[in-house]
């Protein structure tokens, strides 16, 4: 049964700081593994998609890597801003369904 | 090009009553996919139906939980005799295909039970 896990589960950093987010899952055989935003009382915002065959997908100030072998994703978010404070949550592409993580509440602090 | 619709946004519902969640896929998406946002959870997978066909309803509640997605109109989620615990975020997904087909995610409908 795959399990998705988010560590940490909150972060808070000042403004203008490089962050990391993790992601991990117990089962290598996925399709595809998505990070999407959510803001609180809002639906999800895809950020990026990154496909089984591929390591890494990169989107303006955000850097998503994939390392299937591991069972590990990163999101990276340079030159972090108050407007990325939000829920970050880790998804993994199965068939029929995707298996989230609980989610990252990020807070960056003016 | 319309995306995912559901409606309503918010539902209110009185303990015993009835809800019914519908969803509008992307135009020439035949895959739905229903999520549940339980407060401070992650989503969770809970059917995925094709027209006329369940595929997999392992994370439906074994009662009072039933899906649907008819030859003609939207899906529709029905929870019958709701509970406080029902009280949730209900997203819906479309896809073209399974494997590795992105699926597209609606704005959600928010029930609350009172």
């Known amino acids: 049964k795959q399990e998705v896990t988010q560590i940490p589960a909150a972060l808070s950093v000042p403004e203008g700081e490089n962050l990391v987010l993790n992601c991990s899952f117990t089962?290598?055989?996925?399709?595809?593994l998505q990070w999407f935003r959510q803001d609180p009382g809002k639906g999800l915002t895809s950020l990026l998609l990154i496909q089984s065959s591929q390591r890494e997908q990169t989107s303006g100030r955000l850097n998503a890597s994939l390392d299937k072998s591991s069972g590990r994703s990163t999101l990276y978010i340079a030159a972090s801003q108050p407007g990325d404070s939000a829920t970050y949550l880790c998804a993994v592409h199965q068939p029929g369904k995707i298996i989230f993580g609980k989610g990252t509440r990020l807070h960056i602090l003016p | 090009n319309a995306g995912v619709m559901q409606n309503p946004r918010h539902l209110v519902r009185r303990r015993g009553q009835e809800a019914r969640l519908r969803c509008s896929p992307m135009k020439g998406h035949s895959h739905v996919y229903w999520y549940r946002q339980l407060p401070e959870e992650g989503l969770k997978f809970m059917v995925y139906l094709q027209k006329e066909n369940i595929i997999d309803e392992s994370g439906m509640p074994k009662e009072r939980f039933s899906a649907e997605f008819p030859k003609e109109g939207p899906s529709i989620l029905r929870i019958q005799q709701v509970v406080r615990g029902d009280s949730a975020a209900y997203f819906c997904a479309s896809s073209t295909g399974t494997g590795d087909q992105p699926q597209h995610f609606g704005d959600g409908t928010r029930l609350s039970i009172l």
């Open positions: 089962d290598s055989a996925i399709y595809n």
